[in-house]
């Protein structure tokens, strides 16, 4: 695991997301019910964790922090801790690595495999057992992004765009600015001529 970053700073509980501000990132994230929340930082395969971070400020049930040495291109998930009593609506599990619902870009594939469920697959207690499985390995990445830097033009230039103007994975990530990453399409014209 490369070296931890030292700074760690309380940040702001607002905008919601990752906001890179030209000398490092805030991420701040709404978990109204959790107990401790933890932000991974991964490589840039997205396969390997190199730091977790407990979010330790939380305003107006936002967990936030700011973190000068992160910049744009960097992976990030949450794992969140808090209760497990899915009688009562609560399934915390920090075995599973959570998207940012304020995420500007989502990178990756997901590989489906029971570590991405919550309960373990095939158990008596079905949907109410605990998985301790580590979903992190196959499931999509959050990314840092500069805004400064988004292009549509590759979309245009093949003769598409995006008809929704949002990501469907994480509605909050607005799909232009994702659609620099390589190894994702998300336009809908694109899936019809695949």
């Not at 744009?72 to 690595?97: A, I, S, T, W």
Request: aromatic content about 12%; glycine content about 10%; proline content about 6%.
């Amino acid at each position: 695991m490369p070296e931890a970053l030292t700074a760690v700073w309380p940040g702001k509980s607002y905008p919601l997301g990752a906001t890179w501000d030209g000398e490092g990132v805030n991420f701040a994230l709404f978990a109204e019910h959790a107990d401790k929340v933890e932000l991974c930082l991964l490589d840039g395969s997205g396969r390997q964790e190199q730091q977790r971070i407990e979010l330790g400020e939380q305003t107006d049930q936002n967990w936030h922090a700011y973190l000068p040495e992160v910049r744009p291109g960097q992976l990030y998930g949450y794992r969140v801790h808090g209760p497990y009593r899915p009688e009562e609506g609560h399934r915390f599990n920090p075995h599973k690595l959570l998207l940012d619902a304020y995420a500007k870009a989502i990178v990756g594939t997901v590989e489906w495999s029971d570590a991405q469920f919550g309960y373990r697959i095939g158990s008596p207690r079905e949907d109410l057992s605990f998985s301790r499985r580590d979903s992190a390995p196959g499931m999509f990445k959050c990314q840092v992004i500069d805004p400064g830097f988004v292009d549509d033009r590759h979309l245009l230039d093949r003769g598409l765009r995006n008809y929704w103007g949002y990501d469907s994975i994480g509605y909050l990530a607005c799909a232009s600015m994702r659609l620099c990453c390589r190894n994702m399409r998300v336009s809908w014209n694109d899936s019809q001529n695949r």
